[in-house]
């Protein structure tokens, strides 16, 4: 998936390209310039997707590049996203924040928001971390966010599936008690799927033990984005 993410900027840049140099893009106007480009932008990630349905794209990145707008309100969207993961990255240094396409893909790992051994208790040491994110989530309150468990491969496959769960739920939890709404988010817990390091070592399965936020925008941003973009 990263490489497609990678292979996805360089077409886009590409194309880009080759539409500015266009006489008839060079004519349009800005609304219409957007528009065109979103499409092209559109239609290469589709394509992403369609190439890693059934290859573990169904976690956080996944989420993230199937909320794509396109044209100049995904622009101005992109845009609002930028600000946000600079402030995540602020509020949290350590944290892996990664811009995609009009949304964010937050991983929290261990070192940032852990859990009481075999259980979905948060630790002290993830309140804390979870308590720098809630004023962004707040500033940014027309966004959606999806909460992703993963587990190390230790264990039954369906027990790992259920404490995942039972992990993305308690994230989701401290996060409305501290004030944001519970409709925003949505739970998924992936157990051991789309392991990002080796479960063979101890080093690699604490890597794998984490929590993803995908976040994206919800239907006010999408309709404010669209009216500024007609503008």
Known sequence: MKKSIVMLTALSMSLLMSL????????SNKTQRGAAIGAVGGAI???VIGNNVGKGG???LGAVIGGVVGGVAGGVIGNKMDKQAREIETALPGAEVKRVGEGIQLVLGENSVNFDFNKASLTPLAKQN???LVPV???????DITIFGYTDSKGADDYNLNLSEQRA???KSYLVQKGLSSSRFVIKGMGEADPIADNDTDAGRSKNRRVEFAIVANEKMIQDAQKEAQN
């Open 130 to 132: 979870l308590d720098k």
């Open 45 to 47: 990630i589709g394509g």
């Open 137 to 143: 989530f707040k500033d940014y309150a027309d966004t």
């Open 169 to 171: 739920t308690s994230v």
């Open 58 to 60: 169904n976690g956080a």
């Open 20 to 27: 500015n140099s266009c006489n008839s893009v060079k004519n």
